[in-house]
């Protein structure tokens, strides 16, 4: 088991307070406002099942013609029905540990454990990024082997306007319906090169959002789609519902008397029951109640069937570069 160790920090003659050493990981889609809490997957990640159907009502086919009035009382209309649909959605049962020997506390003066807290946030905020990053992948993939990539465009090695401008119109006059694009870093290097970004500044001139066609592009290195493709995303605004459930036991720290060979430890344990879902997608894959999906299972195709049309999912995507052999 993985513990914090006296090699893990910095030991001197004298002793200071030790600044973290945040990791350079972003989380800019996550946190981009595409994923909005819902409290119907609220109450699935409550159920304690591990995967629910998700009920919701298709809309009224417009395509059946109005029946035309006349005065004969024996000629009855037509009568449309109102249809529902569902799909399904995958609970996460996650759990992660950090431990602290008491000789590692008393060397380094300062609170190890206090930094595992302060941090332990930003921990399940990565996490729900990869998931997240996960199931962009695992839907465009899906959407290729499925569904003739209606929702992707193939630009090649490099990206260009017509291709995002394609992209988004795979939605046809739907197209409007995407507020945000996520990037990866060379796909932006890219777009400033071939002036395809506008900056929006404050009063003294500082950079405060990244613009493409008047939509926030929100840059992040996990946009990539395999070895040496990147995968650039249009979202919708709700593109993914959330819902959080209760653990039984939520946090719990652990007293080891006899760690760190009798001289003591510590181990803080934070559990989450959380679900991630893409909108118009259901979960296709193991519904085995203690084997929670991994971020990578949730990347691939078939664990992820869509049952919305085309135009109400508000995704699309771009996949660009010269993909690599493994």
């Known amino acids: 088991m993985a513990t914090t160790q006296l090699s893990d920090v910095f030991v001197a003659d004298y002793y200071a307070a030790l600044d973290p050493v945040n990791s350079p990981e972003k989380t800019a889609v996550y946190d981009s406002g595409i994923v909005t809490r819902s409290p119907v997957l609220d109450a699935v990640a409550s159920n304690g099942q591990g995967t629910a159907e998700v009920a919701y009502w298709q809309d009224l086919d417009a395509d059946e013609a109005p029946n035309i009035s006349n005065d004969d009382p024996d000629d009855l209309g037509e ?41 332990f946030g930003t921990y399940w905020t990565r996490q729900w990024q990869r998931y997240l990053l996960g199931a962009a992948r695992g839907i465009i993939a899906s959407n290729i082997a499925n569904n003739d990539g209606d929702m992707v465009i193939d630009a090649g090695a490099t990206i260009s306007a017509g291709a995002f401008q394609d992209a988004a119109f795979t939605a046809g006059d739907a197209a409007d319906q995407f507020g945000a694009i996520g990037v990866h870093s060379v796909v932006m290097n890219q777009m400033v090169k071939q002036d395809l970004i506008e900056y929006l500044r404050d009063s003294e001139g500082k950079i405060i959002l990244a613009t493409y066609l008047g939509k926030p592009v929100f840059m992040d290195d996990g946009l990539t789609y395999s070895a040496g493709q990147y995968l650039s995303v249009f979202f919708g605004q709700g593109a993914f519902g959330y819902g959080v459930g209760t653990p039984h036991t939520p946090e719990e720290l652990q007293r080891k008397p006899d760690g760190g060979n009798g001289g003591g430890a510590e181990v803080l344990w934070e ?13 296709a894959g193991s519904n085995t109640l203690n084997q929670s999906p991994s971020a990578t299972q949730y990347a691939a195709a078939a664990n992820w069937t869509r049952v919305f049309d085309r135009k109400q999912v508000p995704f699309a995507a771009v996949i660009s570069g010269t993909a690599t052999a493994p």
């Open 271 to 283: 559990r989450k029951t959380y679900i991630l879902q893409p909108a118009g997608f259901s979960w």
């Open 79 to 119: 009568v449309g029905k109102a249809a529902q649909g569902s799909m399904r959605a995958r609970t996460l049962f996650l759990n992660k540990g950090y431990g602290v020997a008491d000789l590692t506390a008393e060397l380094a003066n300062s609170e190890p454990m206090q930094h595992i807290r302060n941090r």
